[in-house]
């Protein structure tokens, strides 16, 4: 169905009208000129982040459900490096003519269901028109308690550096999304081709099969068996809350947390910068998965090096007192990759084979 | 200076550098996952626009400048719209490879005045890159105390019906705006016409002076004397923080409260239908400026109907209880319009003659 068939206001009912408010923080939601919100005793915690297409996200192989997922996942994760609670989100969203009302549709699905995971209320937002692509900007309202929140900037020498999961995999899932998409086109492009010399040729029997296997081409699958753990990592990421959960049950208390969005090496200098200190941390610790490093392997990739400046991983990276050491140690999903230095030594990686490099924020730039 | 030279991080520090924080309510602004918030005696109200380029706003007309000052503007006047004061805005922009690191800093010199001007703290954002325009979202956060939040909901028959300032002046301001739009371009048109034919003739003096002539229109300046308050109205609207004081100061307490973005009727029918009543409201009443008045003459067109369908003229509607009569009659800057009836009577417009007319929510649908 056509947007414009509905309006605005049809279209805002039709989308909001399965919403169910769920959080004692909220008082009012989507209807009026603002959503009236409640937070007597903690702190308020707010984050938001814009999604452009082309830029952010590829619709050829990201479907719009999956878009509303991960544009509200990548925002509570934001609250959550903060050590708090998301508690309601706000969801502005800008589409052109070729979009429906069942794409927006499944745009809310998939934010639902991520609000759903964390007991999040969608609370308002603007639904607009665009001349081009997709644009999408989500804000995520939180809370924590004052002496709960975790900055960027308590991060203190001896120190231990964690990360939660593994990294690089969500870079290295892009890598295989697009280097599909170009054998996609590649086989089309070759098919139109014979086509075109087939039509020169006049040979009505190689036009009918090439057109045969130009529309069975809308069905091409890419073969991702075996990979399926990297592409989940891209499509479908998920904030660490069950990380922020399992800290609080060990009485940890990160010095200071930030999350993996831009590669390990451009965080970590943001919180060096940030605590004014420097760090050492371990090649050997990186966490990788396997799918990930046989993925580099065949991209003929560093592995490390997709970690490092890779991106969009959503994972936790803290620092926590050396006395926590142990009850660290053993906690699953949550890895020891070095430590805080003083500020003069630099932000340095040692390699496996001892050598030094000095940490670089070569991270994702959408401003490049 | 190209944007992609100072990099993500580096854009960022240089626009808000100069960002201080001045509320009460603002624990931590720009450069964590999150903002800090505190808010232990109030409520939380949250609101968020898109602006998208060639829907919302066109840069042949509309500078930077004026376009972050009513960026921020329309934002705070949902949250004055509640019967709140707007205290933190976060900011969301998206821009292609044509804007520069001035035009970015003119668009945050407007946002900070408008931001000035209120009292409002800048406390994050996300800047990043578009692939074809300009988009912006911005998020406003404001507090009110729970008992003095004015929704759309509590109109009750017999109240009377108010706007602040006048209406349909920004409406017809960019109906200019566009005209002489129109014009230049026409101009424009003609000369390249007319130097073209002097090529095909090889008239040497025509050519040069029809050169001349075209980089002469870069300087085109139309005239817009007598006009002015039309332009402020489009490119420079104002929130209405005046007009909650004054009622504030006069100890009214409005019924239902909005502000008047999509024009007159499609927000009376707004108000109407969420609190289950009618209305009738006086073409004679509604406050109209003198220059609107000219200039729908000028373009042929009903100033009423550029008042109830227009928009964007960032007017408060409220109902007030009949009570309160009086006390509204003497204020500046406020005019009674009609008044709240039973549901069944309908939204109903009494023209000068007498007529009645049923509301009909034409406003500026940007989906269709």
């Given at each position: 169905?056509e ?30 000129d603002s ?12 984050t ?47 589409l052109s ?27 308002g ?24 929140i ?12 964690c ?36 039509q020169?040729?006049?040979n ?15 069905d ?7 990979k399926?753990?990297?592409?989940d990592?891209?499509?479908?990421p ?33 919180i ?5 200190c420097g ?10 998965d ?20 890779g991106?969009?991983?959503?994972e936790?990276l ?7 050491h ?28 001892g ?14």
């Amino acid at each position: 169905m056509e947007i414009s068939k509905l309006g605005e206001f049809g279209l805002i009912d039709r989308l909001t009208k399965n919403i169910k408010l769920t959080n004692k923080t909220t008082i009012k939601g989507v209807g009026d000129d603002s959503a009236i919100l409640h937070y007597p005793d903690t702190e308020v915690l707010v984050t938001s982040d814009m999604l452009m297409e082309g830029i952010h996200f590829d619709l050829t192989y990201m479907d719009m459900y999956h878009l509303g997922y991960k544009a509200a996942m990548v925002n509570m994760s934001d609250i959550f490096a903060m050590n708090g609670t998301p508690r309601q989100l706000i969801v502005n969203i800008a589409l052109s003519k070729r979009f429906t009302v069942e794409d927006l549709e499944e745009f809310y699905r998939g934010l639902q269901q991520a609000c759903d995971k964390w007991n999040v209320d969608i609370v308002g937002g603007d639904t607009s028109a665009s001349y081009t692509g997709l644009a999408i900007s989500i804000t995520c309202i939180g809370d924590a308690r004052k002496e709960e929140i975790v900055c960027r900037n308590g991060a203190k020498e001896t120190d231990l550096i964690c990360v939660s999961g593994d990294l690089g995999a969500a870079y290295l899932g892009l890598q295989l999304l697009e280097r599909e998409k170009t054998v996609y086109y590649q086989q089309v492009e070759d098919i139109q081709k014979r086509l075109r010399k087939a039509q020169a040729d006049g040979n009505a029997q190689h036009i009918a099969a090439l057109n045969d296997e130009l529309s069975r081409m809308k069905d091409f699958q890419p073969d991702f068996a075996g990979k399926e753990y990297l592409l989940d990592r891209q499509l479908k990421p998920e904030a660490r809350g069950d990380i922020i959960a399992q800290l609080r049950d060990a009485n940890i208390h990160p010095t200071s947390m930030m999350d993996i969005s831009d590669g390990l090496s451009s965080e970590l200098l943001h919180i060096c910068k940030q605590s004014g200190c420097g760090c050492r941390i371990y090649e050997k610790n990186i966490p990788i998965d396997y799918q990930a490093a046989v993925m580099a392997e065949e991209f003929n990739m560093n592995v490390i090096t997709c970690a490092l400046n890779g991106g969009e991983d959503y994972e936790l990276l803290f620092t926590v007192p050396i006395g926590d050491h142990e009850k660290i140690e053993g906690m699953e999903n949550i890895k020891q990759i070095g430590y805080i230095t003083k500020e003069d030594l630099g932000a340095m990686l040692i390699t496996r084979d001892g050598q030094e490099f000095a940490l670089q924020a070569q991270g994702w730039n959408p401003l490049k």
